[in-house]
């Protein structure tokens, strides 16, 4: 099966019921394949006129109670950002899938990069956070697909499949579970504020057309969702709240993968370069060679760092200038040796190797 | 029930400058509501940004006050996931037809089960009195300081084009007219599209020779000639004077809809 189609059967298997999106290079068999399945499942697919409408409609699908997604790369992806925003704002669950290629602008439509691992964190603006998740495998695409999903509905945020164009297209052969757990979304309590966050930061889900009489805004709003945009109060604590109900779980939300943790030289990685890693693994079975690979990078897991207690060197393989590596910095006083390697191609097993005998 | 049961009691008073028409939209737009038997649990207003767009927030039913000009692609996610909403977009001439103008002619085209009604003022209110994509020729505003250079749009034939299946103009000043016509897009499967001229005494009437609130209700009054007059002069080949404003039902008709109510 291919990346894209396992991203759109993963999102299947967990509910997802509305689908929007805009042709693009390379995510377009994720639109293409829910074109053909969502409606035989009763669910809706819409060809919106730009990524703009995309994100829009999945927004108001969301908030019909709908687990709705769309799927997009780097252009498409920018002109999602505002209201990507409103999500975060909005506290909106949904699910935005970037198959990641080469850019700035136009850029590589058809080669693969890493290279909007801070866009996806930062990219709108104001102070928010959001999840993000990261397959290194088209088995990963369907799983973390669908647990995109239940980090949506948890936290009551926009989630963010970040993958690549290389496993996006890659194919390869999966086991697809008879089912995949699934959270529900917390219902607001009977004559709660419809903003008023519980002991988890996360107010209950008031969905449309339930009888809450909701007003929903992108403006500043107090518990009862009323626009309130010159109180510095109010605007704070939202703001604050908003960070704060993803941040404080970050040791809750984080998913990585740990391989020979006494290991001195460590690579980290997310998505495909993890693929060079491991066959450079392979062909040194001493253990000696560390890999911590991330399936979560945002929030950002900085304990699992600390899985590699010998660690003297943090090597990172990039498709991009040193993105996440910037992040890992901040986090630790080993070295963090960068590692990138863009214009498309993957990492070789050969100048990982070179890289740790540079440091041999 | 009357069109005050609609409306949120306790986000009163509004925010909108005395004599201000859209207080009056909203008025109208109630009173077709509740003339068309809506339930409030099962409508939903959707807005973009802007004076027009804040309407919702003084409604009591679930409501959506979106990004500029994306309140149309915000509501087809809504009807299409649930048909079984009423969905009543308000939107203005800046969020609709500058910022937003793909959306609308996409939302006519695909004739999706809205009802969207535009608080056109000629200005950018909220932002303090830019010009619009309806500005009138020569007109003044802030970005505009020596009178508009740009053509207009023209809302309804820019919808009726794009494929509403219904469109129809009035002004602030005929209520009943325009009341009618809202109950009247509740009712038509597909896109309704009603635009309402209003006046806006800060921003437009102000800087436009109007001195008073009412001069430019009385302007709409004035300059406004029903569709079929229009058309009836233009059989006859009589001149249309300059600056009328076309009012009455300019399309209904029955293309194909999306996110009908089952």
Known sequence: MQGNVACAEGALAAGCSFFAGYPITPSTEIAEHMAARLPKKGGVFIQMEDELASIAAVIGAAWTGARAMTATSGPGFSLMMENIGFAAMTETPCVIVNIQRGGPSTGQPTMSAQADMMQCRFGSHGDYSIIALSPASVQEMYELSAEAFNLADRFRVPVFLMADEIIGHLRERIEIPDSVPKTERKPLPPGELPFHPGDDLVPGFPRFGAGHGVHVTGLTHDERGYPCATNPRVHEELVRRLVEKVESKRHEIADYRVTNPDAELVFVTYGSPARSVEQVLHDNPEKTIGHLRFRIVWPFPENALREFPNARAFLVPEQNLGQMAREIERHTTVPVIRLPRFGGALHTPEELVAALEALA | ?262
């Open chain 2, 1 to 262: 029930m009357t069109y005050t049961d609609w409306l949120r009691a306790d986000r009163l008073p509004h925010i909108y400058c005395a004599g201000c028409g859209n207080g009056t939209v909203i008025n109208c737009t109630l009173n077709a509501v509740v003339q068309a038997g809506l339930k409030k649990e099962e409508t939903v207003f959707v807005s973009g940004i802007g004076c027009s767009s804040r309407a919702p927030g003084y409604i009591v039913t679930d409501s959506l006050h979106t990004t500029h000009g994306r309140a149309l692609a915000f509501a087809t996610g809504i009807k299409m996931a649930n048909p079984a909403l009423s969905v009543i977009v308000f939107t203005g001439d800046g969020d609709l037809a500058a910022i937003g103008g793909n959306h609308f002619i996409h939302a006519c085209r695909r004739n999706i089960d809205l009802t969207v009604v535009c608080m056109n003022n000629m200005i950018y209110g909220m932002t303090g009195g830019q010009g619009s994509p309806t500005t009138p020729r020569m007109a003044l505003s802030t970005t505009t300081p020596y009178g508009s250079a740009e053509p207009a749009f023209d809302l309804c034939e820019l919808a009726i084009a794009a494929g509403a299946n219904y469109v129809s103009r009035w002004t602030s000043y005929h209520v009943k007219e325009l009341t009618r016509a809202i109950l009247a897009g509740l009712r038509t499967p597909g896109l309704s599209f009603i635009e309402a001229m209003v006046q806006c005494p800060t921003n437009f009437g102000r800087r436009n020779r109007y001195r008073q609130p009412l001069d430019q209700v009385e302007y709409f009054k004035a300059h406004g000639m029903l569709v079929e007059k229009v058309r009836r002069m233009q059989e006859e080949g009589r001149e249309i004077p300059p600056d009328t404003i076309v009012l009455g039902e300019l399309a209904r008709r029955n293309r194909p809809a999306m996110g009908v109510k089952p």
